[in-house]
């Protein structure tokens, strides 16, 4: 492999104008980068010289990338692609590329291209009663190291030829677990996480659960998933918990900048930004997806709200200008005095008079 990349690097820089292949040697100094390239070590070299410096600097495998990256920067477009589509077999280890926000932070979404997937009438809903056919292991297996070789890799990479899983069942079903991980996060995280509970207490070798036992195999690997695996074990066992009755609120939100919180938690928060994130999700009641988490969140609320109505109180609020609107001032000719009175019996009268005056 190591080889082919190089002799494909070569090419690519033995295809440079002397200018263009002066304005590389500039651009790879000058990466900001580590491991550094020094100017003595690419002044007045040769093409096969440069490719034998940033295999041995960089790695075969990144080398490719750091040749493509410099390509671009020097406007070389075509020379770029043409490296990146003959390489493309030789680089794929069989690694996700996870998108990043804007911030840098790992993007948990799932992607537009996810979305039109999973709305497609065929990854749907199965008709009720009709049987799914799964794949056994070695049928899968041997599926996905004939893809492997069709695209021209390796097929004794075994984390190439498990990137080439193709998922058996749910809204991606068609899909490989590679663009699985690269488009769906969220998704990949709790089926691994139902999965590995299960297998606490079930040790069957379904076809249906080998599959997933390979998926499980695939995701741990990775260590950008450990966090977003933890999150939705915390997730199970606070929605087992709260099946317990009167134990409703013990579930956590599951979704937003919130989503640790529990419902109570979130309900009876004196937080300013959890207040404000309560009242939002109240005006969702008729905007929000059937069957999803914010139902349940909103569900809850409403409920603690009729609760409350009904015990004749309110969720106590501190009271502020960004949410809480005081009674409508009123022209009146009455005197300072009476207003002290007024200001008097504000302060002394009983708690729910206070708490219902301060009700949003």
């Not at 040697?25 to 007045?44: A, M, Q, S």
């Not at 498990?162 to 998922?167: N, P």
């Amino acid at each position: 492999m190591e080889r082919t990349i190089k002799t494909r690097v070569l090419q690519a820089l033995e295809d440079l104008s002397r200018k263009n292949l002066e304005k590389f040697c500039f651009h790879l100094r000058n990466r900001g980068d580590k491991p550094e390239i020094r100017t003595r070590e690419v002044e007045k070299k040769s093409p096969v010289e440069i490719t034998d410096l940033m295999v041995s600097k960089f790695t075969a495998v990144r080398a490719v990338k750091v040749t493509v990256e410099t390509l671009r920067l020097i406007d070389c477009n075509q020379e770029a692609e043409t490296l990146e589509s003959k390489t493309k077999a030789c680089v794929d280890t069989g690694d996700p590329i996870f998108r990043k926000t804007s911030d840098g932070k790992l993007n948990t979404k799932p992607s537009q291209e996810a979305e039109n997937h999973a709305a497609r009438p065929f990854t749907s809903k199965a008709v009720k009663g009709a049987s799914v056919k799964m794949m056994r292991p070695e049928e899968v297996e041997a599926e996905a190291k004939a893809q492997v070789l069709s695209e021209g890799g390796d097929p004794g990479n075994d984390r190439l030829v498990l990137s080439r899983y193709v998922i058996q069942f749910g809204k991606y079903k068609g899909q490989n677990f590679k663009w699985l991980l690269e488009n769906d996060l969220t998704y990949a995280a709790l089926i691994v996480a139902e999965h590995q509970r299960e297998r606490k207490h079930s040790m069957i070798q379904s076809p249906h659960m080998a599959h997933k036992d390979s998926l499980t195999q695939y995701v741990i690997a990775y260590h950008e998933l450990s966090e977003e695996l933890r999150y939705h074990h915390a997730y199970l066992r606070a929605k087992q918990r709260s099946l317990q009755p009167g134990q409703e609120g013990m579930a956590l939100l599951g979704f937003g900048a919130h989503r640790w919180e529990t419902l109570q938690g979130l309900y009876e928060s004196k937080d300013l930004d959890k207040i404000s994130y309560v009242k939002y999700l109240r005006r969702m009641e008729s905007e929000c997806t059937p069957g999803s988490k914010m139902v349940d969140a909103i569900r809850y609320i409403l409920q603690r709200d009729q609760e409350l109505a009904a015990a004749g109180t309110a969720p106590s609020r501190p009271f502020t200008r960004s949410f809480c609107r005081g009674p409508r001032k009123r022209k009146s000719n009455r005197t300072s005095s009476s207003r002290s009175v007024q200001g008097k019996w504000r302060r002394t009268g009983s708690k729910t008079q206070q708490t219902c005056l301060l009700r949003f």
